[in-house]
């Protein structure tokens, strides 16, 4: 079966090149290969506008999710004088929509890269969508530069036929686009200012045109760029069987092939010269021999494309076992249970550190005197062999000091056993919600913890081979290594998804409430931004020395985050801060990690930042941080233990056990 496939695809394959090849002969098309062009100007010299570009890129490629894109134009502006950003991109007119969303959001992106501290920038992608941005207003205003000029390299053969046609094209296309912008709606913004046409030189000829301009310019400007552009085009593309022209307010272009889509366009425009020539209908065999090969040519295309995806997968899991294979093979991550029995006095309470949901984590000191973590998985675990064979595979792999290592695991029968280095000084709930303890956390420290537990949850989300969502960050999941490096522990079950994804969900709800993101505790929904709740809720217990559940009505709170909320909305934030601080710290570093704390309670998920624009307001002091809005009001009422439903109606139990989430990259 496998041979026959192979066979099936080379000959797909050869028919596809012979295809492509003919129909490249056939047009006599000269592909430009050029997909993207930038330019840049100016300098960013203010974080704030940063901060503001960076929101108004974002709200053009998010642009179709919340507003109608009429004419494939929409423009924005965020900020205040003199740090405004405005910003606005045009597609092309024979673009559908879902294809204008697509190159818009890659051409948001691509403008970052090429312009990262430019004041201003236009960057057009594949030449179908015009994406520009300055801290000066450009909207309703024509501009003619810069500009990016772009010949065919082929020259014309008879430009006493071609010259004449040229220009009767380009006054039809004129006059359609004038038509067109004052036949469509009034609105400023709502112009459709675009036209497409061609024209017969010979009856193996036509010279096809495009013109359009930005929607919001008017009718009068927009043929005035595009005249300025074709004069441009006479020019520097003399001689030229195509070429195009493109700037802030208009683009044209021409060819002696088809460039656009017809679904979009007006009959074709009637031949202005060489009369002897008679219109001829549009052969048959002509259709048969462009149309026909390019449905074989896509039906191919999908073909090949499925048995790639198919290919993939079978590697991912070959990989997989690969990595069983190894991890079974290596003895240096194998213990002997009676090594893990010895060094834990065969598991006596004495040796015991505590109790989770997956089992009893103990104490012990190897032979050679290194001491370790031992995990005993209790039997009603939820791991069969297999489960937990993969868990210490991924597990093995997380390698970054703000995590706990992994050094080995036991698996004797029904005993499973995970083999961790040691933290001396505990968790971090030990310290900081214990009267003596507490006071050796100063504010460096604490910060310190702070930027240390980011730093973990970036590598998880982001760093690491696989993305990683925790589900349970707590402070008695954070143990504290040596100078007290915070390393986040308690990786629980993991689950592998062969498809990437941003999002999931599920009916066992496993977690702490107090920490648990509303969507993930209400409705099962979970996501890197659930971590980063976690992890707001976590700094406000840093910040306060109390648990986030056991305020008890504490001037009138009945959480960490209804308490925080409220001093922040009357402006007395600072007496958030734990008494045993005294005068000890810095109020600019306290106010920043209060108002990132309250970001990333927000209720909606998109408002939450993510934990690289987390670390880079802790780091950078100079960046203006956003005004949060009111954490979730299930939170904000108090309510710690909700009662909680699956899809089919049975009852959920709730527990001190974290799952974690495991996604290849």
């Not at 990437?500 to 929904?525: D, L, V, W």
């Not at 305020?551 to 985050?561: I, M």
């Amino acid at each position: 079966m496998g041979s026959f496939f192979q066979m099936f695809i080379k000959i797909l394959s050869t028919i596809l090149i012979f295809n492509i090849q003919c129909y490249v002969l056939k047009s006599n098309a000269q592909i430009d290969q050029s997909n993207i062009f930038a330019l840049c100007s100016g300098n960013i010299t203010s974080s704030t506008y940063l901060s503001n570009l960076n929101l108004v890129l974002s709200s053009l490629a998010n642009s179709f999710n919340k507003t109608t894109v009429h004419n494939g134009y929409y423009n924005d502006t965020i900020g205040r004088k003199p740090n405004i950003a405005y910003g606005s991109y045009q597609c092309r007119g024979d673009l559908t929509v879902e294809a204008c969303r697509s190159h818009v959001d890659l051409a948001a992106k691509e403008i970052i890269r090429r312009c990262p501290s430019s004041e201003e920038a236009v960057i057009t992608f594949k030449e179908l969508a015009v994406l520009k941005y300055s801290a000066k207003s450009f909207f309703t205003i024509m501009r003619d530069k810069p500009s990016f000029t772009l010949p065919n390299a082929n020259s014309v053969t008879n430009p006493e036929e071609f010259n004449p046609g040229f220009d009767k094209l380009t006054k039809n296309l004129l006059a359609e686009v004038a038509s067109n912008g004052v036949s469509s709606s009034s609105s400023s913004t709502n112009k459709k200012l675009y036209a497409i046409g061609d024209i017969e030189i010979t009856p193996s000829q036509k010279i096809h045109g495009l013109a359009q301009c930005s929607s919001d310019i008017s009718v009068n400007n927009c043929t005035q760029c595009l005249r300025g552009e074709i004069d441009d085009i006479r020019k520097r593309f003399s001689g030229r069987e195509g070429g195009r022209v493109i700037c802030w307010s208009c683009y044209f272009r021409y060819e002696t092939f088809s460039f656009y889509e017809l679904n979009a366009t007006s009959p074709p425009f009637s031949s202005p010269v060489n009369p002897k020539h008679s219109k001829r209908k549009f052969p048959l065999k002509l259709f048969l021999m462009i149309f026909v090969p390019l449905v074989v040519i896509v039906l191919s295309i999908i073909i090949i494309l499925y048995f790639c995806i198919m290919k993939r997968k079978k590697k991912v899991l070959e990989k997989k076992i690969e990595d069983i294979d190894e991890i079974q093979s290596d003895e240096s991550l194998q213990f002997n249970f009676s090594t893990i029995s010895a060094a834990t006095h065969n598991f006596s309470d004495a040796s015991k550190l505590g109790r989770g949901g997956f089992g009893t984590v103990y104490k012990g000191t190897l032979s050679d005197g290194q001491e370790i973590a031992v995990k005993r998985l209790s039997e009603n675990s939820g791991q069969g062999e297999e489960e937990f064979k993969n868990e210490v595979v991924l597990l093995v792999k997380l390698q970054h000091k703000n995590l706990v290592r992994l050094l080995g695991f036991c698996l004797d029968g029904e005993e499973k056993l995970l083999v961790y280095e040691l933290m001396k000084h505990g968790s971090l709930d030990q310290f900081l919600f214990d009267p003596v303890k507490r006071t050796y956390l100063n504010w460096e420290r604490r910060y310190k913890i702070i930027g240390g537990i980011a730093k973990g949850l970036l590598y998880l989300h982001e760093d690491s081979r696989l993305k990683i969502i925790h589900r349970d960050l707590k402070a008695s999941n954070v143990l504290l290594g040596e100078d007290m490096v915070p390393k986040i522990s308690d990786f629980g079950m993991a689950r592998i998804f062969l498809v990437n994804q941003n999002q999931a969900s599920t009916k066992r709800i496993c977690g702490t409430f107090g920490y648990m993101a509303p969507e993930y505790a209400m409705h099962g929904k979970f996501s890197v931004k659930s971590d980063v709740y976690s992890f707001g809720v976590l700094i406000l217990e840093i910040l306060s020395g109390k648990r986030s559940n056991s305020f008890g009505g504490f001037e009138g709170a009945e959480n960490v985050l209804s308490y925080a909320w409220g001093l922040w909305k009357e402006e007395r934030s600072m007496e958030l801060l734990d008494p045993t601080l005294r005068e000890c710290y810095s109020a600019n570093e306290v106010m920043r990690c209060i108002q990132i704390g309250l970001l990333c309670v927000q209720e909606d998920v998109a408002n939450r930042p993510t934990m690289a624009w987390i670390i880079h307001m802790l780091n950078n002091h100079s960046v203006t941080l956003p005004s949060p809005l009111s954490p979730s009001a299930f939170l904000l009422r108090g309510k710690t233990e909700p009662e909680i439903h699956s899809e089919d109606g049975d009852n959920i139990s709730v527990n001190q056990m974290s799952m974690t989430e495991f996604y290849p990259r």
